[in-house]
């Protein structure tokens, strides 16, 4: 009806208004029709793990694969990548926390990074990595990560 409304500026006085309806409506279905061989079915599951996404929809999901890349890193390099990266702490003050110097902190997230790179391009194109948690939750679980491991906790880790 809003396509009909829309063009009676074209409708003729004293014709069939319902036959004139009647083709608006069957040209949009047609139309329709033609345009629905573009439009993929939507897997339930990426469609869930992508709603959190604002710009761009895989975001969510590369972030999810990078959380789970992060934890088969040993300890001590994700421990630094945390505090460089997330955590946004410098390499003094990471050193600082993790008790060691700083060329040691430098050569930690150094060789984070690089491992982190290889297990990401290790995963086919496609697949995802396995997850103990859903996609809306890695920035919240790198964030509480990056908090236990930050400067508040410096103190009773020193003790």
Not at 66 to 85: H, W, Y
Not at 128 to 154: E, K, N, V, W, Y
Request: aromatic fraction near 6%; charge should be neutral.
């Amino acid at each position: 009806m809003a396509k009909s409304w829309k063009a009676r500026a074209h409708y003729q006085a004293g014709t069939n208004l319902k036959a004139w309806v009647f083709t608006i409506m069957r040209n949009a279905f047609f139309s329709d029709q033609r345009r629905s061989w573009r439009i993929a079915p939507l897997d339930p599951t990426v469609a869930e793990n992508t709603m959190i996404a604002s710009d761009d929809p895989t975001w969510s999901e590369e972030l999810l694969d990078v959380r789970n890349a992060m934890q088969l890193l040993p300890v001590e390099q994700r421990e630094a990548l945390i505090l460089v990266g997330p955590a946004g702490l410098s390499y003094e003050e990471t050193a600082s926390i993790c008790g060691c110097a700083i060329g040691t902190v430098k050569s930690r997230v150094s060789r984070a990074r690089a491992n982190l790179l290889a297990i990401l391009e290790k995963k086919s194109a496609g697949q995802r990595m396995q997850s103990d948690i859903h996609a809306s939750g890695a920035f919240d679980d790198i964030m509480a990560q990056a908090t236990t491991l930050g400067p508040s906790q410096s103190s009773s880790r020193e003790a």
